[in-house]
């Protein structure tokens, strides 16, 4: 969005002075063109995204309140709330300190295979959720490299809880690094070189000056890396195993309910899913809200 | 590691480095060679039977396809949303631009068993169908219309920004010179728009393949007929056919790393296309 988008969305503006309005008229469209296309392009996203959103809750909610408490307060609910949100506690600040670590590396000095090692961080994002799972059974499965090894000392890596954070860490790895990138690179790094030279170590640098500058880039990136640590299924699903009240997170809870016919407590479980992706978005708005706010603070 | 970079004053490059190659290579790199490597103990013909049996075609026909539908749906649709959010105002706006990234951010599961209900024979959508004699829910169109839901925002919101760039004069320019709307759209405003919804196109082609979640309670899930690709990687893993999965899955990386070099080669060319003008 360019600032001048922004402007016109917070302010009531006023009539477009008339040299624009006939401006406009070369440059758009008749009435009827413009209300048709709004039409086709709204229908098309009622259909495809309001509808689906909107089933959810009233799937959730159709045999009553009392039944929806229920199905999210059952112990093998609450046992995937607890999982899910550990797995995320657990891959979301692994993966900021890469992140981190990853765009200082990349945006503030010059080396070689540079642009290799950016393809090579957004992997993940390219291969199937269900090939991301396999390949850790093929590591630490029984039958994989690790497999006889672990067996001996008795650690469960796969089928187990180990396993279902380590695939959403898989699966997450590019969301931070991949926001503070391209946002870095661009600031530069005359302000970290000048608080090098006024006598500044690293840290003091890094916490002092670089943090403040990409607080809302890193804030971005940690909330998509969170919706997508908790309500990831295939990688998941792979190497979980299944097991009821243990290895189950809420995106598996809620196939099992589902397979087990129970729908209206699958929808319910799977409302907690949708609010998490409504706050996910809502939170994603505001900070690029403040994000372009403070651009346009420090344009001027 | 000195002589790879050139000289500055900032302190921390070897520990960010070295720690980033160390991230990427215990979780990301070592992890997918696993599967080259197993897969590696297989002899040629027996890789090829492997991937090539006729249920496993049958997969690969669904899953190539309907991916290729959707993702055309979705540069048709993705590109008038993109057009109405930037150059027309209407109510609500701000919310639809907000929601358009839903697929990115609800969990495959749910969406799955939404659009299952939604297409089902009695569901608020499938309802209407279902007496013309269509079933959408547990056949091929089913997962069509879950592969076109998750790719949805990827049009959207690479066409967006260039749109917003997009210089007025030169649309000016189309129309003093005599061109219609039509002609200004088609000769002027899409080959610019051209790179940039051919990216979409392929993030969501490349999305689509790969998708699992959402599209197995739609599916139907049966051989030959509705099974997608990562589907039967799943059920080879839970026969114990480990070779079978994998060799399944190296064919589905290297499809990946294609369609990601397909990918950066489009962006490259978006961004030259883009600030030439």
């Known amino acids: 969005m360019t600032p001048q988008s922004m402007t016109t969305a917070a302010l009531p503006t006023p009539a477009p002075a008339t040299d624009l309005g006939h401006r406009r008229e070369i440059t758009s469209e008749p009435a009827w063109v413009r209300k048709t296309l709004i039409g086709t392009a709204l229908t098309f996203l009622t259909l495809f995204l309001f509808v689906p959103l909107i089933s959810v809750f009233y799937e959730a909610l159709k045999k009553g309140v009392d039944a929806y408490l229920a199905a999210i307060t059952e112990p093998d609910a609450v046992a995937a709330i607890q999982l899910t949100l550990t797995a995320a506690a657990i891959a979301v600040p692994v993966n900021l300190v890469f992140g981190v670590a990853a765009a200082w590396a990349i945006a503030k000095f010059e080396f070689r295979g540079k642009s290799l090692l950016i393809t090579l961080i957004d992997l993940p994002f390219s291969v199937s959720p269900v090939v991301s799972g396999l390949i850790y059974v093929l590591v630490f499965g029984l039958q994989g490299w690790l497999g006889p090894w672990l067996a001996e000392y008795d650690i469960k890596i796969i089928f187990a809880v180990p396993g279902i954070v380590l695939a959403t860490i898989f699966v997450t790895v590019p969301f931070i690094a991949r926001e503070l990138i391209p946002l870095m690179q661009a600031q530069g790094s005359e302000e970290e070189e000048a608080a090098v030279v006024l006598g500044a170590n690293g840290w003091q640098t890094f916490f002092r000056v670089t943090l403040p500058n990409i607080k809302w880039g890193l804030l971005y990136g940690t909330i998509l890396c969170n919706a997508r640590a908790m309500g990831e299924f295939g990688a998941v699903s792979v190497v979980s195993g299944h097991i009821r009240g243990s290895t189950n997170t809420l995106p598996l809870h809620v196939e099992i309910l589902y397979n087990e016919y129970n729908f209206a407590a699958a929808f319910a479980v799977a409302s907690l899913l949708a609010l998490l992706a409504l706050v996910t978005l809502a939170l994603k708005t505001l900070v690029e809200f403040r994000n372009r706010q403070q651009e346009n603070i420090d344009e001027h | ?277």
């Open chain 2, 1 to 277: 590691m000195r002589a790879l970079r050139q000289h500055s004053v900032l302190p921390g490059f070897n520990l960010a480095l070295g720690f980033t190659l160390l991230y990427l290579s215990l979780i990301v790199l070592i992890p997918l060679s696993a599967a080259f490597i197993r897969t590696s103990a297989l002899t040629w013909p027996e890789f090829w039977d492997a991937v090539t049996t006729p249920r496993v075609l049958a997969s690969y026909r669904l899953t190539f396809g309907a991916s290729f539908a959707a993702a055309v749906v979705n540069a048709i649709f993705g590109l008038l949303v993109a057009w109405v959010l930037v150059r027309y105002r209407f109510p609500g706006k701000k919310l639809v631009d907000a929601l358009v990234d839903l697929p990115f951010a609800l969990p495959t599961a749910v969406a799955g068993i939404a659009l299952t209900a939604l297409y089902a024979g009695n569901g608020w959508i499938g309802q209407f169908f279902e007496p013309i004699g269509v079933k959408i829910a547990f056949t091929p169109i089913g997962v069509f219309i879950a592969l076109t839901f998750i790719g949805l925002p990827f049009v959207v919101r690479t066409v967006q920004p260039v749109l917003e760039d997009l210089e007025p004069e030169l649309e000016e320019a189309a129309a003093t010179l005599g061109a219609n709307r039509l002609q200004t759209f088609s000769r002027v405003i899409l080959p610019v728009l051209l790179p940039a919804l051919m990216t979409g196109f392929a993030l969501a082609f490349a999305r689509a393949i790969g998708e699992y979640g959402s599209v197995i309670f739609i599916a139907g899930n049966m051989p030959m007929i509705s099974e997608i690709t990562p589907l039967l990687i799943i059920t080879k893993l839970e026969q114990y056919d480990y070779a079978g999965a994998t060799a399944l899955a190296v064919v589905m990386l290297v499809i990946s790393f294609l369609m990601l070099l397909i990918i950066n080669v489009l962006q490259w060319w978006s961004r030259r296309r883009t600030s030439a003008i």
